[in-house]
């Protein structure tokens, strides 16, 4: 089977690092976009890579060779912008972002969390509109009545 690569930021959190084992239980090659490498303390089949994301080079070097990427703003930060044209520019074909339960699709944010994580959502589509990767991927979505939608039991979670 070819295995996809997948470059996760904040791979050494509370979302990142339990993606990162499952990712790599289920076969996925794993990258991991992270400010200090040195002190990730992830499994060795995991290739670290990072620095200062401002840096030159630095998220072309982690998006280089990756099929998908799964975006946490909290851990990306003020780089956002900077990973989604890198990772356009990279070829990278699918981006996943973590988002929140407080955005609101059709209106006016609430919350600054809503209004941070809306942006993101936006800007992510408008590089796919543009006809350029990555296409967005309707992850899971919260359900009022069965909380969070899974992925089919027995299916790889990157497919």
């Known amino acids: 089977m070819n295995q996809p690569t997948i470059?996760?930021?904040g791979a050494t959190g509370n979302v990142g690092r339990p993606l990162t084992d499952r990712?790599?239980?289920e076969g996925a090659?794993?990258?991991a976009l992270t400010r200090a490498p040195?002190?990730?303390a992830l499994p060795p089949q995991v290739d670290v890579s990072g620095g200062d994301y401002a840096a030159p080079g630095?998220?072309?070097a982690a998006a280089r060779g990756a099929n998908a990427v799964f975006v946490n703003i909290g851990a990306i930060r003020g780089s956002l912008g900077d990973l989604?044209?890198?990772v356009r520019d990279e070829g990278v074909s699918r981006i996943v972002m973590l988002s929140s339960t407080t955005v609101r699709d059709q209106d006016e944010q609430e919350y600054a969390l809503g209004a941070q994580h809306k942006a993101a959502e936006d800007a992510i589509k408008t590089c796919a509109a543009a006809g350029s990767p990555p296409t967005p991927w309707p992850g899971p979505k919260p359900s009022a009545s069965t909380g969070w939608s899974a992925p089919?039991?027995?299916r790889p979670a990157w497919r």
């Open 23 to 25: 990712l790599l239980a």
């Open 84 to 86: 989604i044209v890198t």
């Open 29 to 31: 090659r794993v990258r």
């Open 7 to 9: 470059l996760v930021t």
């Open 152 to 154: 089919p039991t027995g």
């Open 58 to 60: 630095v998220l072309a």
């Open 38 to 40: 040195a002190a990730a």
